[in-house]
Nanobody, 126 residues
Framework: QVQLVESGGGSVQPGGSLTLSCAAS????????LSWFRRVPGKEREFVAG????????SRADSVKGRFTISRDKPKNTIYLQMRNLNSEDTAVYYC???????????????????WGQGTQVTVSS
């Protein structure tokens, strides 16, 4: 069983930057893809970015390409989401998730993930 703990959320002004962290424990991460999803109240949770631990393959949603970067620290079993040039549409609760043995086309699909963190709030406001 994989445990995920997110940190780094907060409030930032439009155009600002923020980095989220997700520390994973309790599983063999080489079997998993670790990803970030986000949910705005009243909307469906959406995929943001993912990283397949085995080979380092990364995926990002079109809405964040050029602004968000997903990376990892292998010794720390931690992934990061570096967010820059934030705008109000990025305001959401951000969740870290782990899914086993995902193929590239499945990485953005929530149904492939069976472990989720508690979420961390990101608010972009002037």
């Amino acid at each position: 069983q994989v445990q995920l703990v997110e940190s780094g959320g907060g409030s930032v002004q439009p155009g600002g930057s923020l980095t989220l962290s997700c520390a994973a424990s309790g599983g063999t991460l080489s079997d998993y893809t670790l990803s970030w999803f986000r949910r705005v109240p009243g909307k469906e949770r959406e995929f943001v970015a993912g990283l397949r631990w085995r080979d380092g393959h990364t995926s990002r949603a079109d809405s964040v390409k050029g602004r968000f970067t997903i990376s990892r620290d292998k010794p720390k079993n931690t992934i990061y989401l570096q967010m820059r040039n934030l705008n109000s549409e990025d305001t959401a609760v951000y969740y870290c998730a782990a899914g086993p043995r995902l193929i590239v086309s499945s990485i953005p699909r929530q149904s492939g993930y069976n472990y989720w963190g508690q979420g961390t709030q990101v608010t972009v406001s002037s």
